[in-house]
């Protein structure tokens, strides 16, 4: 879709959309070596902002993970018609019900599971990215060279309006990466695990995000790439390497497997804990005799049926319709994690209480992301499949806050009882 967008401009949108997840990294750095403690983004939006910042972010981010799952089993199908002609529908209900048991038999084996799906793909990747710079510069190959990127209407064939529209997707790309940050702020030594963390998220932007689109648009004419399948199972079947585009297709099918089931398994993490803490129903906070939060990855796994039923009745818009409802989230819970570091910084300031500083003095990065993600918020209205964005991201905050003064009132006649 980014490529639509912009063309191989979309090179800038994604440059753009790493300066932006560089300021919410930063901002969770220096909040996650402050407080080391499990909750992270969540917790400090309710110590920094207010109690229904911390109720609100849980809740989104938890509805933006499930609809994540939905689009990557969907994404999935898509790879599998490569080789077969069965309907969508059948290749999501087998999945499906493979990443629900692959989250609920134990923690060891869905380790193993994810270790070799990773090491799939990133081993895949770095192949990728030595054997396309090989093709363009013709090192053992025949020579394609560089005429892609100015062909079929310029580099810019949708002009910057298209590079901005461009840096949406790219947003949408880069989530996750606040699950690495929070991750090391709960780590024995998180004054040596965050800026540890830091290096490798940034690393991977650049190396993988940036270098892997340079070489897709280079070797592929950016107006042939679309949804039907893979551009890495284009790029390899364009050149006419035998066998290439079958080995891509089962790489980015496990790739679409393995974030599936890392998304749904952090889904059901966040609404466990929200369940001990008391922001959820008690059922879905209880263990598995294995030990696996079994009720919360079942609730949690709703992104996978609205996923079944959406491919049956559309499957043509399945996969865009998903990521449409998805994208609100990520953008919000960005745009929360940037607020709370302004409280943050602010708050420390007063006391005099020095942290450990990853952003420029001021506040002037944080401000900066802000901007940029509310114009890429509004933005999606001019994406096309994208305009859901707005319409379910107003109706889901009016939702989430009705939810939240009713659970206060809930909690306060407790304690006053």
Known sequence: ????????AVVISFALGAMVAVTVMWALAEMAAAHPAAGSFGLYAEMHVHPWAGFAVRYTYWLCLVFVVGSEVVAASIYCKYWSALPSWVWIAGFSVGILYANTISVKSFGSFEYWFAMIKVVTIVVF??????????????????ANYTAHGGFFPHGWSGVGLGVTMAIFSFLGIEIGGAAAGEAANPEIAVPRAMRR????????????LAIVV??????????????????????????????????????????????????????????????????????????????AVLASGIGLVIALVLSHYFEATAFVFLIGLAFFGGPFIWIMILVTHLAFRRANERAGKPVMRFAPPGPWSSLFGLAALLTVLISTWWVPGFRITMVAGGVWLAFITVCYLMWSRVARERANT
């Open 1 to 8: 879709i980014s490529v639509k967008l912009a063309g191989p």
């Open 218 to 295: 280079g070797l592929v004419p950016w107006n042939e790439l679309g949804l039907v399948e893979s551009p890495f199972v284009r790029v390899f079947r364009s050149v006419g390497i035998p066998g290439a585009g079958h080995v891509m297709n089962f790489v980015v099918l496990t790739a679409a497997l393995s974030s599936a089931m890392c998304n749904l398994y952090f889904a059901a993490r966040l609404l466990f804990s929200l369940a001990r803490g008391g922001y959820a129903p008690a059922s879905l906070g209880k263990l598995s005799k294995r030990g696996m939060p079994a009720i």
């Open 201 to 212: 998220t940034l690393a991977f932007l650049v190396l993988f995000y940036l270098g892997g």
């Open 129 to 146: 990215l030595i054997l396309g710079s090989a093709l363009l510069l013709g090192l053992g190959f025949p020579r394609i060279g560089f």
